[in-house]
């Protein structure tokens, strides 16, 4: 069925709920995993800051703010691998094998190229849940890798959760009889 598959992974809880449905998937077929995790300016966090990616060009940026800069992006990076060794290192203990990798850049077209060039079967990622203007203006990476990917695409959605207050009209409603 699955061979190879590519868990596309972020920071965020749902990172871990597609890292726990891959692992699963993967438990099930005998599947290899790579871990993929992308340094991205639109993930929660990051401290890339595209108009100031070449201090060079920049005469007005001292040397300590490129250093704090350096400093951030350092620690945004090292976070990123110990999350995708952490992963990686519980799939090798559930006797799948795993490896990770950690790229710079868009998200989608990133995905996209390591399934690709890693002849992956399945694509396992989240969604943001962006709708409306904000994936016209943002885009959505998921949407992306969905229409670009060289494999099948598996999307983990969490529904959202309905908060007290609704939970309870929604139970005095549901008492009341139709008839």
């Known amino acids: 069925m699955f061979n190879k598959i590519l868990v596309a992974l972020d920071r965020s809880e749902m990172g871990k709920q597609v890292f726990a449905q891959a692992l699963a998937l993967a438990k099930l077929t ?4 790579m871990l993929h995790h992308v340094l991205s300016a639109e993930e929660e966090g990051s401290p890339y800051v595209p ?34 060794q952490f992963f990686c290192a519980e799939a090798n ?3 799948i094998n795993a490896e990770f990798t950690q ?3 868009d998200p989608g077209r990133l995905i996209c190229n390591l399934a690709r ?8 990622m989240g969604r943001r849940g962006r709708s409306g203007l904000a994936e016209l203006f943002l885009g ?3 949407n992306y890798v969905l229409h670009h990917a ?4 598996q999307i983990v959605h969490v529904p959202a959760t309905i908060p007290k207050a609704k939970e309870a009209d929604l139970e005095n ?3 009341v009889i139709v008839g």
């Open 30 to 33: 005998g599947a290899n995993l």
């Open 51 to 84: 108009v100031l990616s070449s201090f060079d060009y920049y005469p007005g940026v001292s040397s300590p703010s490129f250093e704090y800069y350096q400093k951030e992006w350092d620690a945004f990076k090292n976070e990123g691998i110990k999350i995708l």
């Open 93 to 95: 203990t559930a006797g």
């Open 103 to 105: 790229s710079l850049g």
């Open 117 to 124: 060039n890693w002849n992956a079967d399945l694509i396992v």
């Open 140 to 142: 959505s990476v998921s």
């Open 150 to 153: 060289p494999c099948s695409v």
């Open 173 to 175: 409603h549901s008492a």
